[in-house]
């Protein structure tokens, strides 16, 4: 099917552009008329803490959502009489606002250098990010009164708000440095400014079509604060490669000359091949993350899926309408000394001197090669996984860095812990009663029951920190304390709070990360079976992955915990497993794809092993590189996760297009040499034509702009 609707873009090329354009407009006018459906926090929670929200919330007991004015001196010692003034002229400001509730006593801090104000507001705590402008004007009209002072708001919605403001500066900023740069190295690579800008603009529509879509999608999977930026990373990566390797092999066969015909043929019949294979490799190793029943790996999944299908799509329909019908126009507007040091055409030097120990002592290399990336991989056995707290978040953001004030002036937050038990109304004494015997040392506790006396909740106030272990080793006990408690009582009961939260989100993570692996392994070897009919070549690409994978998390922890003194977050690891273990296949099948074609041709395993990798290899490297490139841009951004997600999908790209490409593959291929192809083996075929049985005469009407080129642009 993929040959014939090629085949249908090949014959009417303009058309397909066309169609192209308005299908990129209609998702971006549906992006626009749909509103994006966020997360809520209940969605974003898991395991027995959500279950206790999801029990508070329908009985009308979840808690408000609170906002705190801190006040704090600009410079010098705190004027605490002032600050108080300024305290109550918020308050006076605040109390006139519909959307407030209460505002609590003003609270000094003990080394007198804060002021804490704060202030509940009414309604549901998901929809308070849209009730904080009137909070924002008052604090900004009083803190016009007190210039020596800084008045300033934070508190989940404003946190929220804040972050996802960042969020977008920083995307925006990607795509201000990404966009220029990757234009660079296509240029570098083509020479040509039009064949340069083709990959470009099919990954800008790509990430264009996505977001649009993605909008849709969200009333499916809510999207998250990393929807956006995980369509502009996979988007221009796999988008801008995917035509890359499409444009490559079409120049290369004209320069073998190939008619202009012929040359579109044949690369959609091999790299648009590579490029099915890979884009359904990512696909469904993204798809292993639904494994993990989180809001969060369901979005950063639902979005790569939406923008790598889309890039498919491109790739298969309006590239190959491109190529031809721009023809020879493609080379065009040539830059001088870009266009020289593409278009040399003598024998690499390079490749051959890099691929020499692989093919002449294959053993000692692939041993030299996987020792180094175990080396690589040693710093992981190490790493210790948390999720962000306020140091790890970014100051750039004004609420985080009105939270990290107040946490110096306020220091501590203990551990809140919430138990909740639903039960006959007719039982509501025997309940209470029943919480109260959970109290234990903690004097600081509070009882509340529902309207209608069916739904408890027992608030526990610790002294202790709501990370330390002495906090998860109460939310244990009373886990295993409430069944024997509520012995005899017909009741559900669960046991939640920040810690309780924090310690299900890792344990579903633990749980979910043989599933995700284990089918993420599997489900890529059995594409490059399909592919290759191989089960040896899926057992090869199984343990490189592996291997790039494991080097990846080793600079990973060496950067950021072991040098950086911080801690990885939690999240990270698993996902950057799955996109790595789907990118990765880019360049694996691209390069295998190349080597059978030299195979079914009757060359020797090693023989074709040398020229596939050494012809494929500046369309890997080029590919890398743009990879890297858009990767590397994140690091940029002030979130930590995404600096670490750079840091790693960088590493492995470069660890698996250099590496793994050069040593490794070489290696293992040579000594397995005709087993590599066990069971089948590759047949030589005559290309075929993609346009179901019609001539390369009856497509000449389809190129007509490329012959009005110039005489040379008629296919031969």
Not at 6 to 32: E, H, K, M, Q
Not at 295 to 300: G, N
Not at 407 to 412: D, Q, S
Request: glycine content about 8%; some cysteine.
């Amino acid at each position: 099917m993929t040959h014939a609707v090629a085949g249908w873009s090949i014959r009417r090329p303009w058309t397909a552009v066309v169609l192209w354009i308005a299908f990129v407009a209609a998702c971006l006018a549906i992006g626009s008329t749909v509103p994006a459906r966020t997360a809520t926090s209940l969605e974003s929670t898991v395991g027995q803490a959500a279950k206790a929200e999801q029990m508070l919330r329908g009985a009308g007991l979840a808690d408000p959502a609170t906002e705190n004015i801190l006040i704090t001196a600009r410079t010098g010692r705190l004027d605490v009489n002032a600050a108080r003034a300024a305290a109550a002229a918020v308050n006076s400001r605040l109390s006139a606002l519909p959307e407030v509730a209460q505002i609590g006593i003003p609270v000094t801090a003990d080394r007198k250098d804060a002021v804490l104000l704060p202030v509940v507001l009414r309604g549901d705590p998901d929809t308070a990010i849209d009730h904080l402008a009137g909070l924002r004007a008052a604090t900004d009209a009083v803190a016009g009164q007190f210039p020596a002072l800084r008045l300033a708001q934070t508190g989940s919605a404003s946190l929220t708000d804040g972050l996802a403001e960042q969020s977008a500066k920083d995307l925006d900023a990607a795509g201000v440095i990404s966009l220029p740069l990757t234009l660079v190295i296509l240029l570098v690579v083509f020479g040509a400014l039009l064949a340069a800008g083709v990959p470009l603009l099919l990954g800008l529509s790509a990430v264009a079509a996505a977001f649009g879509l993605s909008s849709l999608m969200s009333h499916l999977l809510p999207s998250t604060g990393t929807t956006s930026a995980m369509i502009l990373l996979m988007g221009m990566a796999v988008g801008v490669d995917y035509s890359l390797f499409y444009v490559k092999r079409y120049r290369d066969e004209r320069a073998r000359s190939q008619g202009h015909l012929d040359a579109v043929r044949i690369a959609v019949e091999t790299s648009g091949h590579s490029v099915l294979v890979s884009g359904v490799a990512v696909i469904v190793a993204m798809l292993g993350l639904f494994f993990v029943h989180d809001v969060t790996f369901s979005s950063l999944a639902a979005s790569a899926v939406l923008v790598v299908a889309v890039a498919m799509l491109g790739s298969l329909t309006v590239l190959p309408a491109l190529l031809a019908g721009l023809g020879r126009v493609l080379d065009r507007p040539r830059v001088p000394l870009l266009w020289r040091f593409a278009a040399r055409t003598r024998e690499p030097r390079l490749w051959p001197f890099l691929l020499r120990p692989s093919l002449r002592r294959p053993v000692w290399t692939l041993a030299a090669a996987v020792l180094g990336m175990l080396l690589l991989t040693a710093p992981a056995l190490g790493m210790t996984l948390s999720q962000p707290d306020v140091d790890s978040l970014p100051r750039a953001v004004p609420e985080v860095a009105a939270l990290q004030r107040m946490a110096e002036a306020f220091p501590g937050e203990q551990a809140r812990h919430k138990v909740v038990v639903a039960a006959p109304a007719a039982q509501s004494a025997q309940v209470e009663q029943r919480l109260r015997g959970l109290e234990g040392n903690v004097e600081d506790t509070t009882l509340r029951t529902s309207a209608d006396h069916r739904v408890h909740e027992l608030i526990l106030n610790t002294d202790v920190d709501s990370e330390s272990a002495e906090a998860h080793q109460q939310v244990d006990g009373l886990r295993e304390r409430l069944p024997d408690a509520l012995r005899g009582v017909d009741a559900t009961w669960a046991v939640g709070g920040d810690t309780a939260s924090s310690m299900d989100y890792t344990a579903n993570l633990d749980r979910a990360l043989p599933w995700v692996v284990g089918f993420v392994i599997l489900a890529t070897a059995m594409i490059i079976v399909v592919a290759f009919r191989s089960l040896v070549l899926a057992l090869v690409t199984a343990v490189s992955n592996l291997l790039s994978v494991g080097a990846a998390y080793g600079v990973i922890t060496l950067i950021f915990q072991n040098i950086g003194g911080g801690k990885i977050v939690s999240f990270v690891p698993l996902f950057a497993f799955a996109v790595l273990s789907g990118l990765s296949m880019d360049y694996h099948v691209f390069v295998l794809t190349r080597i059978r074609e030299l195979v079914g041709e009757g060359l020797p395993t090693r023989t074709a092993v040398a020229r596939g990798i050494t012809e494929s290899a500046g369309t890997v490297t080029s590919a890398a590189v743009v990879m890297v490139s858009v990767f590397s841009v994140f690091v940029l951004g002030n979130g930590i996760e995404f600096k670490q997600l750079g840091v790693g999908l960088s590493t492995a790209v470069l660890i698996d297009a250099l590496i793994i490409r050069a040593l490794v593959l070489p290696a293992v291929l040579t000594m397995l040499d005709r087993r590599t192809w066990w069971p089948a083996r590759p047949q030589s075929q005559p290309h075929r034509l993609v346009t179901t049985g019609l001539a390369v005469d009856d497509l000449r009407p389809a190129v007509v702009h490329a012959q009005a080129a110039g005489p040379r642009s008629a296919a031969k």
